[in-house]
């Protein structure tokens, strides 16, 4: 993004709806560091898990 001013209202919004009250959201703004889950809201981890079962390739389905 070009305007720093929406782009920090942007990460601002991003860690309202990802991360639980009260955790440390610096990943939202520093993509280097590792997200932690224990920091991610309840909405957040349910994709997350789902996500994760979808994409690993050790867990395949036998029909």
């Given amino acids: 993004m070009r305007d720093p001013e929406q ?3 942007l990460l601002h919004w991003m860690a309202r709806h990802i991360a639980d009250e009260g955790q ?8 280097t560091q590792l997200i ?6 309840f909405a957040a981890k349910f ?3 789902i996500i994760q079962a979808r994409l690993s390739p050790h ?5």
């Fill in 7 to 9: 782009r920090e209202s």
């Fill in 59 to 63: 867990r395949r389905t036998i029909l």
């Fill in 47 to 49: 994709w997350w898990f």
């Fill in 24 to 31: 440390s959201t610096e990943w939202v703004c520093d993509m």
């Fill in 36 to 41: 932690r889950k224990v920091t991610l809201s």
